[in-house]
């Protein structure tokens, strides 16, 4: 099946008790059984769903993987693979990532005896100097949060793989549209489909997939055990989003080219992010592993100041200064006071991070209104 096809069909099929193209939402805590154990495949809702074991086919399949495990949200994925390590075992990561990631990790499982390192993985060839024999897995976003720095999912691979070391890709500013990790040699690929599977800003989802069956069982295991599971109703919202993932995406590739070439020729800002000038650092290994650029940039102002950046997100007036990205609508983000605040300014700024940068996630409106807004904002 071909992208637009799978996102559509793969992985679902009609309600078998009515016929319901859509998959209905199972309201239901839990199934009545014939005799104790004597079950049509569902006992209690935490441990399976069947509206959520259609969309973990769906997600599955949109990541050319076998296996998808869905979650309550992003994080609630991410916290349930750190799970499958003991203390004592360390995790690399990306030194740009989500903050939440960051604070995951430093503030949660630090305290359980898991280690992490933070290193600048878009230099892959400084990766091999940070593994030791207790690293279990290398964790990296690309393109990165929020600063768009582009890492080389095969080249990690040829590293991890040898090294008996799980590789890990949390996909979410790509979407399974522009890139599938999996593909590329990754094991485990997560996602936040809060944000561009969801599509629409009204669900707070993760999911894990991965083509490897013990990884897999062990963590259908953890998502019974630990029940960091999502609603049948939120189920679906991700279900409906996924059918119209390949439309969004194209007009978040085309609005978010024409929105970064803006923000470059505008005098008042410095730098721009976006992996889809020939000229950003990545650039060659985003056109490799990505199908497009996609609509999340960033960009630091001349006047590299908080309050410069804070008057900016004050004056948009389409662009909605939220945290979250990936929806239809365009949003402003500030993530030294936003999305990042959790990482400390010293860590923040030496990665790069400044006081003034700006994110935007390009929503698929019309672009000429986009930026319209930016310019009067920005002034
Ligand atoms: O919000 P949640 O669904 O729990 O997902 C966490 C998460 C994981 N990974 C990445 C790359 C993310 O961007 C996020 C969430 N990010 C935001 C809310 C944000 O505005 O960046």
């Known amino acids: 099946m071909r992208t637009a096809t799978k996102y559509i069909h793969a992985g679902v099929h009609p309600d078998p008790a009515t016929g319901a193209i859509m998959t209905p939402i199972y309201q ?41 495990i869905s979650f309550g949200s992003g994080l609630a994925a991410t916290d349930t693979l750190m799970k499958l390590f003991k203390p004592g075992d360390e995790i690399l990561s990306t030194n740009d990532l989500y903050g939440g990631t960051y604070r995951l990790m430093r503030k949660v499982w630090e305290d359980y005896g ?41 080249a990690c691979a040829a590293i991890a793989k040898p090294a008996g070391i799980l590789l890990a890709v949390d996909n979410t500013f790509a979407s399974p549209y522009l890139q599938n990790p999996l593909d590329l040699g990754a094991d485990i690929v997560m996602h936040s489909a809060t944000k561009y599977i969801g599509g629409h800003s009204d669900v707070v989802h993760g999911c894990v997939i991965t083509n490897n069956k013990q990884i897999a069982d062990q963590l259908y295991f953890l998502q019974n055990a630990c029940g960091a599971v999502p609603g049948p109703q939120d189920c679906f919202l991700l279900l409906r989003g996924l059918k119209t993932l390949h439309v969004r995406m194209q007009r978040h590739c085309e609005n978010g080219e024409k929105v970064a070439h803006f923000l470059r020729r505008h005098p008042r800002v ?25 609509g999340m940039m960033s960009f630091e102002l001349k006047d590299n100041t908080v309050e410069a950046a804070i008057k900016v997100l004050s004056s948009t007036q389409i662009f909605a200064c939220a945290e979250s990205l990936g929806g239809v609508e365009s949003l402003i983000g500030h993530p030294a006071s936003m999305t990042h605040a959790s990482i400390p300014r010293e860590e923040r700024i030496a990665n790069g991070l400044v006081d003034s940068l700006i994110r ?6 019309d672009v000429n209104d986009l930026i319209e807004d930016l310019k009067q904002a920005i002034g």
């Open 270 to 294: 410095a730098k721009v992010h976006w992996c889809g000038f020939e000229d950003h650092p990545n650039h060659r290994i985003a056109k490799e592993q990505m199908r497009g650029f996609g």
């Open 114 to 154: 898991l280690k992490f390192r933070f290193v600048d993985m878009s230099d892959v060839a400084g990766i091999s100097r940070h593994l030791t024999s207790a690293t279990k897995m290398i964790w990296l976003e690309t393109p990165t949060n929020p600063l768009i720095r582009i890492i080389d999912i095969r």
């Open 28 to 68: 239901t805590s839990t199934f009545v059984q014939d005799s104790p154990g004597k079950h049509k495949g569902y006992e209690y809702a935490r441990t399976h769903n069947p509206t959520r074991s259609q969309l973990q086919n769906a997600l599955a399949a949109a990541e050319n993987g076998q296996y998808g």
């Open 360 to 365: 935007l996630s390009v929503g698929i409106e």
